[in-house]
């Protein structure tokens, strides 16, 4: 049987990835302007969307690009976790990674991997694994001392004159501010600093839209340091190639028609990961009846199989974390009836599902579900029973 190339639980990748064309040309911009040694290099890029949108694949095409650009640049990519002992715990983790990634990087030449090989990062807040309560005794700059530290003798002794830029990049940043409320202000200080003496580290980070309003009362500086760079769902086009491409990637035979497109798109709406769902399930039950091609009607027919895989693997979660009272006021909005109709405070319980993303707000008083295909599953799973 033939591959099946999607998988909505994987950022796509190279071959697989589609579209996105405009936020391409603009870091491709960037990128260009960083390599330039009579500009200053500068630029901070901070991806930010909701969740399954394709931040992350979005980030790695972006790395893939810097990777694949002549004259050859540094490439840096972590993930952020919550998992790390606050902001000197992340210092330590990205210095480490920053060792690791230049000196395995095949696109530089070997004169250059040795000299970046000589460079260690000296870490010494201790051992790595600082018990909590000595972590909590370490000042809160020193991280950020230790990483400017840092990363100027790493480019001072032995970047300068061999890479034009080492991009940094961060995916999910928004879980530092977990750890340290005030990371992404720290962050901001380094790297501005860093990039202020010409040490050209550009940062790249992904986070939902929120992120920098998370810290309100820090938040304007940081706002100020990135570039915004919001992504949303696809257009109907960018779904065909969403769609297309990846079938063509892989050498599979199927050709989707595109009435089944149009019938994909008008339920998920663009959504990058409920396309990438409803693919997978049309895929598999195409391929077990050999069909070589399928068209809207197809899609029509084997949607309630498609709707039943992500009530099981996505909806039922998402209801089983709301509570009673929370899921009266979700049953309300998904049959468009007003909210007061339920008997507890209707708002605050709204608010507390526009926090947990279930529910978005449209205008005063206004809410939708966060997604059609969850006010249908809370529709025909919830209410109707
Ligand atoms: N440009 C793209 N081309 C093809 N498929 C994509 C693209 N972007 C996203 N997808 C699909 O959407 C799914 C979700 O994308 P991704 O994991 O990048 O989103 P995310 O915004 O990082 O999500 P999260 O908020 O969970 O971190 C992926 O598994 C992939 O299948
Ligand atoms: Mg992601």
């Not at 529910?359 to 059609?372: D, F, S």
Request: no cysteine; net charge neutral; aromatic share 10%.
């Amino acid at each position: 049987m033939p591959i099946n190339p999607f998988n909505p639980y994987f950022p796509a990748h190279d071959d697989l990835f589609a579209n996105r064309r405009k936020e391409q040309e603009l870091f491709q911009r960037a990128l260009t302007a960083s390599t330039q040694s009579s500009l200053p290099g500068a630029w901070n890029l901070a991806v930010v969307g909701p969740w399954g949108i394709g931040k992350t694949s979005l980030l790695r095409r972006f790395a893939w690009a810097a990777q694949m650009n002549d004259p050859p640049v540094g490439v840096v990519s972590m993930t952020a976790t919550t998992a790390t002992d606050g902001f000197d715990g992340f210092a330590r983790s990205l210095l480490w990674r920053i060792q690791r990634d230049l000196t395995a990087n095949p696109r530089l030449n070997e004169g250059v991997r040795n000299e970046l090989a000589k460079w260690e990062p000296k870490v010494n807040l201790g051992p790595i694994s600082v018990s909590r309560r000595a972590s909590k005794e370490l000042s809160a700059e020193s991280g950020v001392d230790l990483l400017y530290a840092e990363l100027s003798r790493l480019w001072n002794q032995h970047i300068t004159g061999r890479l034009a830029a080492v991009l940094i990049f961060i995916d999910d940043a928004n879980n530092l501010l977990e750890v340290d409320a005030k990371a992404l202000l720290s962050l901001r200080a380094v790297f501005q600093d860093l990039q202020g003496h010409r040490m050209t580290y550009p940062l790249i980070i992904t986070g939902p839209e929120d992120m920098f309003e998370a810290t309100r009362d820090v938040s304007e500086p940081v706002t100020r340091f990135f570039e915004r760079l919001p992504i949303g769902p696809f257009s109907r086009q960018d779904t065909d190639e969403a769609i297309v491409e990846p079938l063509k990637a892989v050498n599979h035979p199927l050709r989707v028609l595109p009435s089944a497109i149009d019938a994909v798109y008008a339920r998920t709406l663009g959504h990058p990961y409920f396309a990438s769902f409803s693919m997978r399930e049309l895929v598999n039950a195409a391929d077990i009846l050999s069909l070589s091609k399928i068209d809207g009607q197809f899609v029509e027919s084997h949607w309630s199989l498609v709707a039943e895989r992500m009530g099981e693997e996505k909806f039922a979660a998402e209801w089983n974390q709301a509570t009673d009272g929370e899921r009266e006021v979700l049953g309300f909005v998904a049959q468009n009836l007003p909210m007061s109709q339920g008997k507890r405070s209707a708002s605050a319980l709204a608010s507390r599902l526009v926090n947990k993303g279930l529910l978005v707000k449209r205008g005063r008083g206004q809410y939708a579900l966060y997604h059609p295909l969850f006010a249908e599953y809370v529709r025909i799973h919830k209410v109707d029973r």
